[in-house]
């Protein structure tokens, strides 16, 4: 048994309503169920699967390219890479220590360099709660949530495809949405490339070049990814490029099926079309 929505697309569409900026990550989950496969996959914070409910059926679809014989893996909890003990606590009834690459990361970093993620979470959780309250003031805020973002940054010592910077790339989203509303269109692409990245994602074209957009490994898909990718399809049609803007509507799309479990309400939740 483990907790669940009843409706994965409800409360999806719940989140997308939410206009609040907010550096906490987590989701309530009211109701509970029971399937005997379902219950069988693994944990991992660095998880290569998403479990999504409609009704009574659940639906578990690969969120990263697997090679045969892999264990599937799903998110029982987050780790945020701050407190690990404390997450580790949320494991205990289950029975097991989580040892992904995110949680030895958390218990092997320098004390200091854990210090430094916890200072700048809080410092932009107070701005980004400010922002929520006052949004006249959020252009002039700007410069200095970046400067928060690279002092984070610092506080990573692993590569990002290594280990995913959950915490930064939940900064580079609330930036992005701030750009977004701004119509900063170049500086929102590259915050979302940086965003992909601080994920796990290693992509290509993500840019005003030629090139073509591709990702090249899959990261952790977060709840949040399909308006990134929306976003990058948006900048992608405003600058003109025409097949890079159906290369980041593929992947909107592509995305929203693996959080949601179907895509036949990706036009109607969005209200995008390839066109």
Same mark, same amino acid.
Request: hydrophobic residues 40%.
């Given at each position: 048994?483990?907790?669940?929505? +009843?409706?994965?697309?409800?409360?999806?569409?719940?989140?997308?309503?939410?206009? /609040?900026?907010?550096?906490?990550? $987590?989701?309530?989950? =009211?109701?509970?169920?029971?399937?005997?496969?379902?219950?069988?996959?693994?944990?991992?914070?660095?998880?290569?699967?998403?479990?999504?409910?409609?009704?009574?059926?659940?639906?578990?679809? +690969?969120?990263?390219?697997?090679?045969?014989?892999?264990?599937?893996?799903?998110?029982?909890?987050?780790?945020? /890479?701050?407190?690990?003990?404390?997450?580790?606590?949320?494991?205990?009834?289950? /029975?097991?220590?989580?040892?992904?690459?995110?949680?030895?990361?958390?218990?092997?970093?320098? =004390?200091?360099?854990?210090?430094?993620?916890?200072?700048?979470?809080?410092?932009?959780?107070?701005?980004?709660?400010?922002?929520?309250?006052?949004?006249?003031?959020?252009?002039?805020?700007?410069?200095?949530?970046?400067?928060?973002?690279?002092?984070?940054?610092?506080?990573?010592?692993?590569? +990002?495809?290594?280990?995913?910077?959950?915490?930064?790339?939940?900064?580079?989203?609330?930036?992005?949405?701030?750009?977004?509303?701004?119509?900063?269109?170049?500086?929102?692409?590259?915050?979302?490339?940086?965003?992909?990245? $601080?994920?796990?994602?290693?992509? $290509?074209?993500?840019?005003?070049?030629?090139?073509?957009?591709?990702?090249?490994?899959?990261?952790? +898909?977060?709840?949040?990814?399909?308006?990134?990718?929306?976003?990058?399809?948006?900048?992608?049609?405003?600058?003109?490029?025409?097949?890079?803007?159906?290369?980041?509507?593929?992947?909107?799309?592509?995305?929203?099926?693996?959080?949601?479990?179907?895509?036949?309400?990706?036009?109607?939740?969005?209200?995008?079309?390839?066109?």
């Amino acid at each position: 048994m483990f907790g669940c929505p +009843a409706s994965t697309l409800d409360t999806y569409t719940e989140m997308l309503s939410s206009k /609040g900026l907010s550096m906490d990550a $987590s989701v309530e989950t =009211p109701f509970y169920g029971v399937w005997l496969l379902g219950s069988s996959i693994n944990h991992s914070c660095y998880f290569n699967a998403r479990r999504s409910f409609i009704g009574d059926m659940i639906i578990v679809r +690969a969120s990263r390219d697997l090679k045969r014989d892999t264990v599937v893996t799903v998110a029982y909890h987050h780790n945020d /890479g701050i407190n690990n003990e404390a997450f580790q606590r949320k494991l205990e009834p289950y /029975g097991f220590t989580c040892e992904c690459a995110i949680c030895l990361d958390s218990i092997t970093s320098d =004390p200091d360099i854990l210090r430094i993620r916890k200072v700048v979470f809080e410092n932009l959780h107070k701005i980004f709660t400010k922002i929520s309250s006052h949004p006249i003031s959020q252009l002039g805020l700007i410069g200095k949530v970046v400067w928060l973002l690279n002092l984070l940054a610092t506080g990573y010592t692993q590569p +990002a495809d290594k280990v995913p910077r959950i915490l930064l790339a939940k900064g580079h989203y609330l930036l992005l949405r701030i750009l977004i509303s701004e119509n900063m269109i170049i500086k929102s692409l590259e915050r979302a490339k940086m965003l992909l990245v $601080s994920l796990g994602f290693i992509i $290509s074209g993500a840019d005003n070049s030629a090139d073509d957009f591709k990702i090249i490994q899959w990261g952790i +898909a977060v709840d949040y990814l399909v308006e990134v990718f929306i976003s990058i399809r948006t900048a992608f049609g405003r600058l003109g490029f025409k097949t890079k803007f159906s290369q980041a509507h593929t992947y909107a799309r592509t995305m929203f099926r693996i959080i949601v479990g179907e895509d036949d309400s990706f036009e109607s939740v969005h209200g995008v079309k390839k066109g």
